[in-house]
């Protein structure tokens, strides 16, 4: 039982060819895939393994009928992350980092930043025009941002007077981690600064940057490259103010462009021996076609469709894609059980049993995701066989229509 499945028979096993059983996903498409820290060498961070899996799923959502007004899930990708102990170890004061190497277009003339509010951190371009830069082609006249917001996160250890959802109020019941830091580790500084400043290479330096604090373990502070300040700060670069802000506004554009790598930080939290926890984000990413050389306009932008992906989000809404049905009464059911479809995944021959058909005239009919009808058959037979060669891999829908009674149910085309 790894991968999450629909157990359509209940019998707590993974049977798709007898039981009808198929995965359970999010978004229209999904990739899942699973790593851990316990095989290799950690040969990034030199760090000794914590014994953590993590189950990720990658996905989005593409169906015309579900998108349609909602134009900013075609520009945005989500990712669930299930991260399990498998140690025998109890770990206190976790972090779980996001480290992104934006790289928009031409990678040399980007700025970051960070709306707090809304657990948003961003990279946009530092001018008006951004240029090709060895064989990679920029986006030009019409730069664009891209970003990650936080949509769900680890339980926050209670008590700990962090406000970790960054909704203005502290130590709330089952109060999740969400971006609870927005760092930046510095590639281009020159002199003794680069040393203190640049990219993690210890567990110990891994550490700091997830805590808010450089190589040298001093703090990220306001103000200029955020380095050797008087004031701590878990946010560099605020759009906006926020509650708590400890600066004042300052933005990245005070310092020279060039190739930005921010990390977005969650925790502190508890993972004790055998347990999990669970976060979620997206990858937003916009452009504002109706303003030339808008670098900042692209900007406000993606904060005004990251928003929209936040509501998405928590509204649950159900995908349009997939067939609705209404399930009245008894007699529906006693169809939807008696009907049978099988081998699942199938090749090139589908079989259809329809138990209790006592001679009446059944309708059958297979459409794809996008409610397409793509084969229709009737039959007062019990069981009939259907040619599927001439349909491509993927998942599909049969529907039975006997006396006004509807049945549906899927099954995978190899």
């Known amino acids: 039982n790894l991968a999450p499945f629909v157990d359509v028979n209940n019998n707590g096993i993974y049977d798709p060819l007898i039981g009808g059983d198929y995965p359970q996903i999010k978004g229209d498409q999904t990739l899942y895939y699973i790593f851990n820290d316990n095989f290799l060498p950690h040969q990034e961070s030199k760090g000794l393994p914590l014994g953590i899996e993590v189950h990720a799923m990658a996905y989005a959502y593409g169906c015309p009928n579900f998108i349609n007004g909602k134009n900013e899930l075609a520009y945005t990708t989500f990712y669930n992350y299930k991260i399990f102990n498998r140690s025998n170890n109890n770990y206190t004061k976790m972090q779980a980092g996001i480290h992104n190497d934006s790289d928009l277009g031409n990678y040399l003339d980007d700025n970051i930043a960070c709306r707090v509010q809304d657990n948003l951190g961003f990279s946009y371009n530092a001018d008006g025009y951004d240029e090709n830069v060895t064989a990679v082609p920029g986006y030009q006249n019409y730069p664009a941002a891209q970003g990650t917001t936080i949509l769900k996160g680890p339980i926050a250890s209670p008590n700990d007077g962090i406000d970790n959802n960054n909704d203005g109020i502290m130590d709330e019941p089952n109060e999740e981690c969400l971006m609870t830091k927005f760092l930046y580790n510095k590639v281009t500084f020159s002199g003794p600064i680069a040393l203190a400043t640049g990219p993690p290479a210890t567990p110990h330096q891994f550490y700091n940057y997830l805590n808010s604090r450089w190589r040298d373990s001093t703090d990220f ?60 984000f997206a990858y937003v990413w916009a452009v504002d076609s109706g303003v030339v050389n808008g670098n900042i306009a692209s900007a406000t932008k993606l904060i005004s469709e990251n928003q929209k992906v936040i509501n998405f989000y928590y509204s649950k809404t159900p995908t349009t894609c997939l067939p609705i049905l209404t399930v009245p009464g008894v007699q529906e059911n006693t169809l939807l059980n008696s009907f049978l479809v099988y081998p699942n995944p199938a090749n090139s021959i589908l079989n259809i049993r329809l138990e209790m058909l006592n001679d009446k005239r059944a309708d059958i009919t297979i459409k794809n995701p996008l409610g397409q009808t793509l084969l229709t058959k009737s039959t007062n037979n019990q069981n009939s066989t259907l040619n599927i060669q001439h349909l491509s891999s993927g998942v599909y829908f049969v529907t039975i229509e006997v006396n006004g009674q509807t049945a549906v149910k899927k099954f995978v085309k190899d």
Not at 225 to 233: D, R, S, V
Not at 245 to 272: E, K, Q
């Open 221 to 280: 502070t306001c103000g200029g490259n955020a380095y050797g300040g008087t004031i701590k700060t878990d946010f560099v670069y605020p759009w906006s103010f926020y509650p708590g802000m400890p600066c004042t506004l300052w933005a990245d554009n005070t310092n020279p462009p060039g190739d930005r790598r921010h990390i977005i930080s969650m925790g502190p939290y508890d993972l004790n021996a055998k347990q999990s926890t669970e976060l979620e």
